[in-house]
């Protein structure tokens, strides 16, 4: 399993102006997705965090100095179902702390199919409840890289589609 870096300089962050906007594939018919905050399958519990996750990448939201959200996300294979998972930096006790976030039968996905319209869903999710805005910029990449987070923000939001704007 990867760990997250935060990257602590611009010299660290991948690319970010250019990329080519990724053909993500048609979404499954039928995706029965659930996302949202603690989502997980019914009868399965993963109190310690997903066995063996896959990494995906990690993106930022800076408002400010003191105020930041690090999310690194990752697929698990499941039995029965993929399930995304982030990895949230707690900078008060300086530790990183797992939370379920979806899932989408496998039967009904490939691994990439899961990974990028579960992510989709969940960030419309969150664009809805708690009208999170688009991410600020790409930390880390890895089962997806730059072109795939930046189309997947594109279609959550395309009324922004210059981000992000990196300012560092």
């Given amino acids: 399993m990867t760990k997250p870096q935060i990257p602590m300089s611009a010299s660290l962050l ?25 989502e997980q399958p019914p009868s399965v519990e993963l109190p310690n965090g997903p066995p063996r996750p896959r990494y995906l990448g990690q993106v930022e939201w800076a408002w400010s100095p003191a105020n930041v959200r690090v999310d690194a996300y990752y697929l698990h294979k499941g039995r029965h ?35 990028v319209y579960l992510l989709v869903d969940f960030w419309r999710f969150e664009k809805a409840q708690r009208n999170r805005e688009h991410y600020h910029w790409i930390n880390e990449t890895d089962e997806l890289d730059t072109s795939d987070f930046r189309t997947i923000g594109m279609l959550v939001w395309p009324e922004d589609t210059e981000r992000p704007r990196v300012s560092r």
């Fill in 14 to 38: 991948p690319q970010q102006r250019v990329f080519a906007v990724t053909d993500l594939g048609e979404r499954p018919e039928p995706f029965d997705s659930v996302v949202g905050y603690g």
């Fill in 81 to 115: 179902y993929w399930m995304l998972w982030i990895r949230s930096y707690d900078d008060n006790w300086e530790e990183w702390n797992w939370l379920p976030v979806g899932y989408v039968p496998r039967r009904q996905a490939s691994r990439r199919e899961a990974a």
